[in-house]
């Protein structure tokens, strides 16, 4: 199966207390493809990357990966500025485009096994159009959304809220964390965010709660997902790792021919405990770097 991901690549300009400034590829949709593809699944990424040197920045990392790019390269590549807190924890800055356009070989009748969109590029405009015809009109067997909230950067609450909604009634696998929760559905419990989002259209919910675990429910089925202890470098990039090994476990257990919604309770807990590893593996290390099947089984 291949999966095709849209959403920014941007480059990360990172600075921490008493340490040099450092710049590395990423982006919410970009680490998902480079997980994706670190765990042998084809992956593709449509993305808005510029013609200079950060962009080939970019694609390098995407190749190093085994993922392909099938958009054109026009104008300058994306930024965020990460702010480090001494506990790891980060804030960001950024200086985007979003404007995509497939490159001329690839066909939006082009059939991909999986779509993921994230993060900005379901948001922004002009962006946000191409997202729509991609959801609407390409066949894939497995459809998945990470909202990955920025707040001033998607709206007002309410805007985002109804964009995020509109989304998940035309997917299969939504993600977010408790955060993007918080944000978009402020005082409202976990557990009646996940009740309301699954009867939108979802099968599969997946809430991230940092060092406290993560929750996957289905129709059927709600489990808890405890987070492997480790000793937190910084936080970038975690969620995506989350989002990628989570997309991973699920086309490698054919979630799609069981049909998501008849998953056991104890595959529920083996796809989270895969991408919880995961998302350990990234907060144990610098910067946003998933990891390969073989780094997963240590």
Same mark, same amino acid.
Do not use: C
């Given at each position: 199966?291949?999966?095709? @991901?849209?959403g920014e690549?941007?480059?990360?300009? @990172?600075?921490?207390?008493?340490?040099?400034?450092?710049?590395?590829?990423?982006?919410?949709?970009?680490?998902?493809?480079?997980?994706?593809?670190?765990l042998?699944?084809?992956?593709?990424?449509?993305?808005?990357?510029?013609?200079?040197? #950060?962009?080939?920045?970019?694609?390098?990392?995407?190749? *190093?990966?085994?993922?392909t790019?099938?958009?054109?390269r026009?104008? @300058?590549?994306?930024?965020?500025?990460?702010?480090?807190?001494?506990?790891?924890?980060a804030?960001?800055?950024?200086?985007?485009?979003w404007?995509?356009?497939?490159?001329?070989?690839?066909?939006?009748d082009?059939l991909?096994?999986?779509?993921?969109?994230?993060?900005?590029?379901?948001?922004l405009?002009?962006?946000?159009?191409?997202?729509?015809?991609?959801?609407?009109?390409?066949p894939?067997r497995?459809?998945?959304? #990470?909202p990955?909230i920025?707040?001033?950067?998607?709206?007002?609450?309410?805007?985002?809220?109804s964009r995020?909604?509109?989304i998940?009634g035309?997917? *299969?696998?939504?993600?977010?964390?408790?955060? *993007?929760?918080?944000?978009?559905y402020?005082?409202?419990d976990?557990?009646?965010?996940?009740?309301?989002?699954?009867?939108?259209?979802?099968?599969?919910?997946?809430?991230t709660?940092?060092?406290?675990?993560? @929750?996957?429910?289905?129709?059927?089925?709600?489990?808890?997902?405890?987070?492997?202890?480790?000793q937190?470098?910084?936080?970038? =990039?975690?969620? *995506?790792?989350?989002?990628?090994?989570?997309?991973?476990?699920?086309?490698?257990?054919?979630? !799609?021919?069981? =049909?998501?919604?008849?998953?056991?309770?104890?595959?529920?807990?083996d796809i989270?405990?895969?991408?919880?590893?995961?998302?350990?593996f !990234?907060?144990a290390?610098?910067?946003?770097?998933?990891?390969?099947?073989?780094?997963?089984?240590?």
């Amino acid at each position: 199966m291949t999966a095709l @991901v849209i959403g920014e690549a941007l480059i990360d300009v @990172v600075s921490e207390p008493g340490r040099p400034e450092r710049r590395t590829p990423g982006g919410g949709p970009f680490n998902v493809a480079i997980g994706l593809a670190r765990l042998q699944i084809p992956t593709a990424l449509l993305a808005h990357v510029g013609t200079d040197a #950060d962009g080939q920045l970019l694609l390098d990392a995407l190749e *190093d990966a085994g993922a392909t790019f099938v958009g054109e390269r026009v104008g @300058v590549t994306s930024t965020a500025h990460a702010h480090l807190a001494e506990d790891g924890s980060a804030t960001y800055r950024f200086a985007l485009d979003w404007d995509p356009h497939l490159a001329g070989e690839f066909s939006t009748d082009r059939l991909w096994g999986a779509v993921h969109v994230g993060s900005l590029g379901a948001f922004l405009r002009p962006g946000r159009e191409l997202v729509d015809r991609l959801l609407e009109h390409e066949p894939a067997r497995l459809r998945s959304f #990470d909202p990955n909230i920025r707040p001033g950067l998607v709206g007002p609450p309410d805007e985002a809220r109804s964009r995020v909604e509109a989304i998940a009634g035309r997917i *299969d696998v939504l993600k977010l964390s408790d955060e *993007d929760a918080a944000w978009l559905y402020p005082g409202v419990d976990i557990a009646d965010v996940i009740a309301m989002l699954l009867a939108s259209g979802p099968s599969l919910i997946a809430v991230t709660r940092g060092g406290d675990g993560s @929750v996957i429910a289905t129709h059927e089925h709600t489990v808890e997902i405890a987070a492997p202890r480790t000793q937190v470098v910084d936080t970038i =990039g975690a969620g *995506d790792a989350y989002m990628s090994a989570m997309l991973g476990a699920l086309i490698l257990n054919d979630a !799609v021919a069981v =049909g998501i919604e008849n998953l056991s309770a104890d595959v529920l807990l083996d796809i989270g405990g895969m991408a919880s590893r995961a998302a350990a593996f !990234v907060v144990a290390h610098a910067g946003s770097n998933p990891p390969t099947f073989e780094q997963l089984r240590g």
